[in-house]
């Protein structure tokens, strides 16, 4: 009997998720470091490759998520292997998903709530009279 053929979304779903985590984690390094020193000397016109930086792990998770849920799709009517590589792909990418929809979230609460004007506050009392 001949063995069905792997699915190949299933090992897009999964190398998505870990190339957007790779680049994702990739980007804090490269901000905290390197970023701050470049951006100085480039007047901040280095930006542009940070913003895509920045971008680049957000489309690669939306792209595993429709290539996981597509290969899970396949795999239910065939009934080739690959279930195992589509569901760990569509947790990383999910996962990757929530966590910068829940940090952009916070990082705009904490900018609309003005929390550093009251550390400020707290921290330097002389400057405001």
Known sequence: MASLPKNK????????????????????????TLG???AAFTAGTSAVCAT???VAPFALWLAGIVTGHTALGQIKRSGAPG????????????????FIVIFTVVIVILIAGGV??????????SLHQ
Not at 15 to 31: E, K, N, R
Not at 83 to 98: E, I, K, M, Q
């Open 52 to 54: 895509i930086l920045d």
């Open 83 to 98: 279930r195992g590589r589509a569901g760990w792909g569509l947790a990383l990418n999910y996962f990757g998903l929530f």
């Open 36 to 38: 701050l020193l470049l």
């Open 116 to 125: 550093g004007v009251g550390i400020l506050d707290k921290i330097l009392p």
């Open 9 to 32: 979304l299933a090992a897009a779903s999964l190398t998505l998720g870990l190339i957007g985590w790779a680049i994702y984690l990739l980007q804090w390094c490269f901000d905290l």
